[in-house]
């Protein structure tokens, strides 16, 4: 079965440090993995997937087949940064989201 | 990007009265919305497939005959909280992918959530 784990609900740190949100998967086949972000008060958002290889906001995610994760890195981060992050696989159904349990990240002054 | 609606943003309804939740994709059309439930500090929940055309999947643990969800067309799918009870107060949110654009089909735009309290 496909599952996806975010093993810390809450990561605080402070403005300008390096951050790193853990996302492990098990998913049989090619993985194609996504992250999600959930700013306060707004919609959940598409923030990276990792075909595209792209950096959005700072935030990059590299598949590590060997290690199966999907850890989304951001070298400083910034205030604005806080919100809730999901890391998410599609699964074999079709493009269903199955969750991670998300992380809080928490970015202080 | 594709643009998803919910209305309404939210309500508060009393305990034994049912609430319809709408679901819209605003300019593409969507064979597959979903439906997701969030308690506060919890993760998003999948609650169900909807699928136009044909009957919702529901997860395990949700109960079909309390959260209706009809897809008459390709751009609106509802979900019916049935007799509602204050622990179905949560925050309800859509997604739909748009599958005509070529981008890849799995990312997912979702909808601004419902917040619904039962009192």
């Known amino acids: 079965a496909q599952r996806v784990t975010q093993p810390e609900k809450l990561l605080s740190v402070f403005k300008g440090a390096p951050v790193e949100l853990k996302c492990n998967y098990s998913?049989?086949?090619?993985?194609?993995l996504f992250w999600y972000v959930q700013y306060s008060r707004q919609r959940l958002q598409l923030l990276l997937r990792?075909?595209s290889r792209e950096s959005i906001k700072g935030f990059t995610a590299d598949l590590n087949k060997g290690e199966t994760s999907f850890h989304l890195k951001k070298p400083f981060a910034q205030e604005e940064d806080s919100a809730m992050y999901y890391c998410a696989p599609p699964n074999n159904a079709g493009n269903m989201l199955t969750f991670g349990g998300g992380t809080r990240l928490m970015v202080k002054p | 990007g594709a643009v998803v609606s919910q209305h309404p943003s939210w309500v508060i309804c009393k305990s034994g009265t049912s609430v319809k939740i709408e679901c819209r994709s605003l300019d593409f059309q969507a064979t597959t919305m979903f439906w997701y439930r969030q308690f506060p500090k919890q993760s998003l929940m999948l609650m169900a497939t909807s699928n136009e055309g044909s009957k919702a999947t529901y997860e395990q643990g949700v109960e079909k005959d309390k959260f209706l969800i009809n897809h008459a067309s390709l751009t609106l799918s509802t979900l019916t909280v049935t007799s509602a009870h204050p622990e179905d107060s949560s925050f309800y949110i859509c997604?739909?992918?748009?599958?005509?654009?070529?981008?890849?089909?799995?990312?997912?735009?979702f909808g601004p959530g419902t917040r619904l309290t039962v009192l």
């Open positions: 997604s739909a992918s748009d599958l005509t654009t070529g981008d890849h089909t799995d990312t997912q735009y």
């Open positions: 990792h075909i």
């Open positions: 998913y049989s086949g090619s993985p194609e």
